[in-house]
């Protein structure tokens, strides 16, 4: 079941790069800023460092994750840490976005789905 768990933190990593170009590298786009984001075009401008800053969250999260799939088979301990502390904080992040806007849960969904899974997953590893 170790493959299982590693190929969900995968994707839910290289999802949380995809996040990462569009909150970083493509905000400015319409289609990004107000299709997937909700920001107005009179907006962008004003929140912009956020969706920056918290692209890089949303990197680092990913790098964890992907870390830890590389290095799970050689370092148990290390790399189920990573995939668990990643994955729990996507999963985390998901849940505070629906919590906090009821309209989020499609997104929340997409954003938690193969963390929730990865981890429930992992629970059957310790």
């Known amino acids: ?21 569009m909150e970083c590298l493509r ?5 990004v800023h107000h299709g997937v984001f909700r920001v107005a075009a009179e907006d962008v401008e004003t929140v912009r460092s956020w969706a920056f800053n918290q692209g890089w969250y949303n990197l680092f999260l990913a790098i964890g994750a992907l870390v830890g799939v590389a290095v799970v088979r050689s370092e148990a301990a290390v790399g189920m840490t990573l ?37 429930i997953f992992a629970l059957t590893q310790l």
Not at 3 to 18: K, N, T
């Open 1 to 21: 079941m170790l493959i299982v768990v590693q190929i969900l933190a995968a994707l839910a990593g290289l999802l949380h790069v995809y996040i990462w170009v």
């Open 83 to 119: 995939i668990v502390f990643a994955c729990a904080s996507m999963l985390g992040a998901a849940l505070v976005l629906v919590l906090k806007d009821r309209s989020m849960a499609s997104a929340a969904l997409k954003q938690g789905l193969f963390p929730a899974l990865a981890l």
């Open 27 to 31: 905000f400015s786009d319409p289609k």
